[in-house]
């Protein structure tokens, strides 16, 4: 009896206390071209910047809503000297500038979880300083024309990191001097590509960014990815992004009142005793008959 009642009691408080969460895909149309087997979707800034950083919530959609099967394609990361054989991608982000205390600050946006190769600052500015990354890179740039010889580093090594923030923020150490003025930045990004195949006819899309806790699916194309690699693929690429709407943020809630749980749980319990009095009772009955 004891054992039955606890078990209506956490039945209750679950379905009392459990959240119900559901989550939108972003999605992307993929424009289709070419008439290879076999298609090669590389990834843009805004995939990377709404996606899970380890792209595990990507997804190939048919136009029946079926998930195709897909390899992701990367090289980045191996070694610098096979740079050759790597997905290198460039963008000239949004950035803001901050200067006070001895140092100027580049606010970039936009990088948020793309694989990072260099930053290169430019700037008409004559200046020899050191610049600092977040995950703590320092290295001396400069930009200098002296007795009719220039030279001129700017570029500021990344080594593959992934920034995890929507702000990037590069510091350079002005000391006492005025701060260089900034034209503009490059990013120059390793780039992966999602190999799948294609039916001619079909139309597909992309979906990403609908729940940060997924797992990467799986799928048997990845055991025969080099063979496929080998062959002729298509470059396609990403059309229009349909970005799912925000979700509210949560209003803070009342206290839970467990007063009707509490009751209804007595009341069952009640019920369930008075059963297994009456059955006892009516043994009772049976037995001094006999």
């Excluded at 997905?87 to 946006?109: A, K, N, V, Y």
């Excluded at 979906?207 to 997924?214: I, L, N, Q, V, Y």
Aim: aromatic share 8%.
């Amino acid at each position: 009896m004891r054992e039955i009642t606890c078990k209506l009691l956490m039945i209750a408080l679950l379905l009392w206390i459990s959240p119900v969460t559901a989550f939108a895909a972003h999605t992307a149309e993929i424009e289709i071209s070419g008439s290879s087997r076999y298609k090669a979707l590389r990834l843009t800034p805004q995939i990377y910047n709404a996606a899970n950083s380890d792209l595990s919530d990507i997804l190939i959609k048919d136009s029946s809503g079926g998930n195709v099967p897909y390899f992701i394609n990367s090289s980045a990361g191996q070694s610098p000297s096979d740079e050759e054989n790597d997905f290198i991608e460039s963008l000239e982000p949004q950035f803001t500038i901050e200067s006070g205390d001895r140092m100027t600050q580049i606010i970039i946006e936009g990088l948020k979880n793309l694989r990072l190769h260099d930053i290169t600052i430019h700037t008409g500015s004559m200046f020899k300083r050191d610049a600092l990354t977040p995950h703590g890179i320092r290295k001396e740039i400069y930009n200098l024309s002296i007795n009719d010889t220039s030279s001129s580093d700017t570029a500021i090594p990344l080594y593959w990191y992934i920034s995890p923030h929507e702000l990037f923020v590069i510091t350079i150490d002005d000391g006492d001097d005025t701060p260089i003025e900034i034209d503009g930045v490059t990013i120059r990004y390793y780039a992966d590509e999602i190999v799948f195949e294609a039916t001619a006819g079909e139309t597909y899309a992309l979906e990403f960014g609908a729940d940060p806790s997924a797992a990467p699916p799986v799928y048997d194309i990845q055991r025969y990815r080099s063979e496929i690699l080998e062959g002729a693929i298509d470059s396609v690429s990403i059309g229009e992004i349909t970005y799912a709407p925000e979700e509210p943020a949560e209003e803070p809630q009342p206290p839970r009142d467990f007063t009707l749980i509490f009751n209804i749980v007595v009341i069952i319990t009640a019920l369930l005793l008075g059963v297994v009095i009456a059955l006892k009772l009516r043994n009772r009955v049976g037995d001094t008959e006999h």
